[in-house]
């Protein structure tokens, strides 16, 4: 084989880990600190923020690695939704009866 076709295999091969790796992520319970800031899509720096100021749901078992539960930052992620129109006009229907 020449060069060119070593590439492409190799090129190939890292994009199957990839989405490997992406797919044990994302039926992983527990999630490390990166992989927390990865599914959240947010940076290194903003969940160390957000976990100094306790604004996100975390556990620290041991007092020094940080760990994440998936369906407690999924549930987190979808706590702060905003209704739609028509669903407040709704709720101030019925606060109104």
């Known amino acids: 084989m020449d060069q060119t076709a070593w590439e492409l295999i190799v090129n190939k091969l ?3 880990e990839a989405k490997l790796d ?3 992520q994302q039926t ?3 999630l490390s600190f990166k992989e927390a800031y ?3 899509g947010v940076s290194e720096s903003q969940l160390y923020k957000m976990t ?3 604004i996100i749901p975390f556990s620290k078992p041991a007092g020094k690695r940080i760990y994440f539960d998936r369906r407690h930052l999924v549930q987190w992620m ?3 939704s905003k209704k739609t129109n028509k669903q407040l006009q709704s ?3 019925e606060h109104l009866k």
């Open 14 to 16: 890292a994009a199957l």
């Open 22 to 24: 992406n797919l044990v």
């Open 28 to 30: 992983q319970e527990v």
């Open 38 to 40: 990865q599914f959240l």
């Open 52 to 54: 100094s100021k306790r």
């Open 78 to 80: 979808l706590g702060r």
């Open 91 to 93: 709720q101030a229907i």
